[in-house]
């Protein structure tokens, strides 16, 4: 497969852990925020999304905390499986604005 | 599948060249969003149609150009390529105008030699 080659922050877990992915954001205007999966060679699949006047969203395996008085974001991947090893992007709009991508963070799950 | 369409997936060209990426959107969906990823700079966004119309543009540099058609389709155009252009280019599509969890394809890949 393709590798996206960026030079990421790295998280590193085991299998069966609880992952945290951070994320800071930077437009306190902000009100939608999403996560992204991005497997090695495709292209970044829909995970969770939050809207700004909730602060917690949780989906299968996953919850998005949200943070606005920091301005700060979290996914959390609960039971990590191999399946979960790619980079995670968050991303965050204002209105209708398009979506801005932060770096990403690669996470890998050691068995 | 994720129902939005790139094509080609992989593109080899020599600078100063002209190259055309296309994108048809899931079905039902009236915008087109283009991003650029490269190394070290994450999904950067270009530009936006919405039912045939420009809608919003980012960090699009001149040499780039887009347009979406009566069908829905979108293409994007960059002329006298740099190697600086090699990047992977995402399209992604949403019903509506707004940004809501949009989906992508699986991009083009072009490099530039």
């Known amino acids: 497969g393709e590798s996206v080659g960026l030079h990421l922050p790295t998280l590193s877990v085991q299998e069966g852990d609880n992952s945290i992915i951070n994320c800071a954001y930077s437009?306190?205007?902000?009100?939608?925020f999403i996560w992204y999966k991005q497997e090695s060679g495709k292209g970044p699949q829909f995970i969770i999304d939050i809207r700004s006047n909730m602060d917690k969203r949780q989906g299968q395996r996953v919850t998005v905390l949200l943070n606005k008085t920091v301005k700060h974001l979290s996914l959390q991947i609960a039971a990590t499986q191999p399946g979960d090893s790619a980079v995670y992007f968050c991303?965050?709009?204002?209105?209708?604005?398009?979506?801005?991508f932060g770096k990403g963070t690669r996470l890998s799950v050691i068995a | 599948d994720s129902g939005v369409t790139q094509t080609p997936k992989h593109l080899i060209t020599a600078t100063g060249q002209r190259v055309t990426l296309r994108c048809s959107p899931r079905s039902g969906d009236l915008s087109v969003y283009w991003y650029q990823q490269s190394l070290d700079q994450g999904l950067q966004f270009l530009i936006q149609y919405y039912n045939g119309e420009e809608r919003a543009k980012g960090n699009i540099l001149e040499r780039f150009s887009a347009q979406q058609f009566p069908d829905l389709h979108s293409e994007l155009n960059l002329s006298s390529l740099e190697l600086g252009d090699s990047a992977l280019y995402f399209c992604?599509?949403?019903?509506?105008?707004?940004?809501?969890?949009?989906?992508f394809g699986s991009g083009t890949r072009l490099t530039v030699v």
């Open positions: 992604a599509s949403s019903v509506e105008g707004a940004p809501y969890g949009y989906t």
């Open positions: 991303a965050e709009a204002s209105g209708n604005t398009p979506l801005v």
């Open positions: 437009n306190s205007a902000s009100d939608y």
